[in-house]
């Protein structure tokens, strides 16, 4: 019964937000308080659900697959083309389900605090994008994974285009025209996967099984793989496909930013650990290298432009874009500590920067200005917005207490072990980081104050963060916090369930070093027996 239960609960986080989202089309003649009380619930309960699913899958009965919760519904496709609606959590997607809710509910809050205008049609689009995100991290299903993502997607472009900011027209063509052509090639891939796998299915638990009995070709798993890397990699702005990201970010509005950037951008990411690796692990081999060096890009030259920026918030979206090379370097080298850094890393990241994006709005709240250079002596005005962003700042860098800290470290380490020369190049980025991210605080919060600034100041526009502002970056930081002082509440599942996967293993050498040294000591046995009975 308590499983039941568990499994309807899993199905309402990704409802409940798109039953919001329909009763808000009938918005005008609601009222206000009823819209905002409304989009509350649909941001409010995923975030419950999520908290609580995550405390109850340690003790939660699972299948031989590693899945909880897990529930299927028929969509009347299964018998002819394999397609089921099967929604489940396991050690890699239970951490980012965590995040999808706690991100929308800091995401929500502040949207529904907000003076947007047409506020119905900016919470119902906000709440598809939560009740999409749900779904892509519960689906067992690979077509309903896809399905969902585009579900969160489209509302994007839709709110770039009315919300968002100067250059708001060419962000959501740049938008559109990257992210279809990433989506369309993840499609592809995973079309590919599923046919070439001879099986009806789309049901990854199946296809698991099945190609743990039957490979596939190498030379399959390496076109597969190519497809789903480029694919998942300009969804994620993978270098040198990133250019859409900090042009975009700085475009959105904040709601739009938080959720994308902290969770949606996490879906190629994910595809790539949840999806190719465990169906073709020789594909992941074979582009493994060549990752290493787009990754690289990610870290050192990205980082150089992001310490250029004078924008603030295009140096969070640059910033954002950096760090996703260091997510790709724990996937890359293939083993379970960098795989579990890697995912670990993915849910502090997008705490962080969820966080940095709602930080960044309140400063240009304050200051009508994003440009780091006019304005200076924000701190003395407004000290808690200062602490909160130099907590922010901080767990980007990685400090320790932080749960950055630990995906990170747990990526140097998977790093040195592996490939060890691009161990240099990736401490540089954390000192690339600390320099753009303390040059920010200094020059927004400590400074001198400038006569733009002071004009402001003088006519007494300056206020500290409002508690609609306080409760959502409290909701962000307490989280990071708390995995940065208990990192193994996520640690653990994530580490058990990419054991499971035979593509996170030991290495080549390794195995086949263990495989000859059991050889070694099967023929001595066999000489001694014979020396015996002779």
């Not at 400590?446 to 007494?460: H, I, L, R, S, Y």
């Amino acid at each position: 019964m308590e499983s039941d239960l568990n499994s309807i609960l899993l199905q309402l986080a990704i409802y409940v937000p798109l039953v919001c989202a329909i009763v808000l089309i009938f918005g005008k003649s609601l009222g206000e308080t009823p819209i905002k009380g409304i989009a509350g619930i649909g941001f409010v309960f995923p975030a419950i659900v999520a908290i609580y699913l995550c405390f109850q899958f340690a003790c939660a009965t699972k299948d031989p697959s590693g899945y909880a919760f897990l529930s299927n519904f028929d969509t009347g496709l299964q018998a002819s083309v394999g397609i089921s609606l099967m929604l489940g959590l396991n050690g890699i997607s239970m951490p980012l389900f965590l995040l999808a809710g706690l991100v929308g509910l800091a995401a929500g809050i502040h949207a529904i605090q907000s003076k947007a205008e047409r506020l119905p049609l900016y919470l119902l689009l906000l709440l598809i994008m939560q009740g999409g995100l749900m779904g892509v991290f519960a689906s067992v299903d690979i077509f309903f994974f896809y399905f969902f993502h585009e579900l969160a997607l489209i509302p994007t472009f839709i709110m770039v285009g009315i919300w968002g900011g100067q250059g708001r027209r060419s962000s959501a063509m740049e938008l559109t025209i990257y992210l279809t052509l990433g989506a369309m090639l993840s499609l592809l891939g995973l079309i590919y996967l599923s046919t070439a796998s001879d099986l009806n299915t789309y049901n990854l638990i199946e296809l698991r099984k099945l190609v743990a009995e039957v490979p596939l070709s190498q030379v399959i798993q390496e076109n597969i793989f190519g497809l789903l890397l480029f694919g998942f990699g300009i969804l994620v702005s993978l270098f040198p496909f990133h250019s859409w990201a900090p042009r975009g970010y700085a475009a959105m509005p904040t709601g739009a930013a938080m959720l994308h950037s902290g969770v949606l951008k996490k879906f190629g990411l994910y595809g790539l650990i949840q999806v190719a690796a465990p169906l073709v692990p020789q594909g992941v081999a074979h582009w493994s290298e060549l990752l290493v060096w787009l990754a690289l890009g990610n870290i050192v030259i990205i980082g150089f432009v992001t310490i250029s920026q004078r924008d603030l918030k295009q140096m969070i979206g640059y910033s954002s874009v950096m760090h996703m090379g260091y997510i790709f370097l724990g996937f890359a080298t293939m083993s379970v500590i960098g795989v579990g850094g890697a995912v670990l890393l993915m849910v502090a990241h997008g705490l962080s920067v969820a966080l940095m994006f709602m930080l960044a709005t309140a400063v240009f709240n304050r200051t009508r200005t994003y440009d780091m250079h006019e304005i200076g002596g924000l701190g003395p005005h407004a000290p808690i917005l200062a602490g909160f962003f130099v907590a922010a700042s901080l767990a980007s860098v990685g400090l320790p207490g932080f749960a950055n800290f630990w995906g990170e470290f747990t990526v140097f380490i998977s790093l040195w072990e592996k490939y060890a020369w691009a161990v240099a190049p990736a401490v540089l980025g954390v000192i690339i980081s600390a320099v753009y991210g303390m040059r920010a605080i200094a020059r927004v919060f400590f400074g001198e104050e400038t006569e733009p600034f002071k004009k402001t100041v003088a006519e007494g526009k300056i206020s500290d963060i409002t508690m609609g502002e306080r409760i959502p970056a409290s909701i962000l930081v307490i989280a990071l916090v708390v995995i940065g002082i208990w990192p193994q509440s996520i640690s653990t599942p994530i580490n058990n369930a990419v054991t499971e996967i035979s593509a996170f293993t030991e290495t080549p050498t390794k195995v086949a070093d263990t495989e000859s040294e059991t050889d070694k000591i099967a023929s001595v046995q066999i000489q001694d027996e014979e020396d015996t009975t002779s």
